[in-house]
């Protein structure tokens, strides 16, 4: 998966809530806990906390950053026997409007929950119009 994602900003949910999504036309943010793909306390998430959309930014992180990122957070897992995930892409005409994850080290230190080096958000819902594509992601079984 992540050769697929390096360079782009996405957000993440399961197949039947991006029917809902792709229904109203909208991301919206109040909605996070409800879509959150990584284990978080909403209550204590920095983008949730200020109605953003929380996403994933791989447009310029190093190896290293996207490493340690994946081995203390876990941020591209996938969840056997739950239904599809939908990476939903990002047009690179909204990156200008994303908050980065710097920002929030910034005014919360580790008071407030997010991922270094690769969490973003939108500051406000996400009209379905700056996707410019989606993956459609199937888990499956691993033999024993």
């Known amino acids: 998966m992540l050769p697929l994602l390096r360079g782009r ?8 809530n991006f ?6 036309g909208w991301i919206y943010s109040k909605q996070q806990a409800r879509l959150a793909f990584t284990p978080r306390q909403p209550e204590n998430s920095y983008g949730c906390k200020r109605g953003w959309v929380s996403l994933y930014d791989l447009s310029d992180p190093t190896d290293a950053e996207i490493k340690e990122a994946l ?8 969840i056997r026997h739950e239904s599809p995930q939908v990476y ?4 690179e005409s909204a990156w200008s409007s994303l908050i980065s994850w710097k920002r929030a080290s910034r005014e919360v230190g580790g008071k407030e929950f997010f991922i270094p080096f690769v969490e973003a958000w939108y500051p406000g819902d996400v009209p379905l119009q700056l996707v410019a594509d989606s993956l459609v992601v199937k888990g499956r079984r691993s033999p024993r």
Request: charged share 35%.
């Open 19 to 24: 029917e809902d999504i792709r229904r109203s």
């Open 9 to 16: 900003v996405f957000h993440v949910t399961k197949e039947e």
């Open 88 to 91: 939903l892409i990002v047009a």
């Open 71 to 78: 081995i203390r957070y876990w941020f591209l897992r996938t």
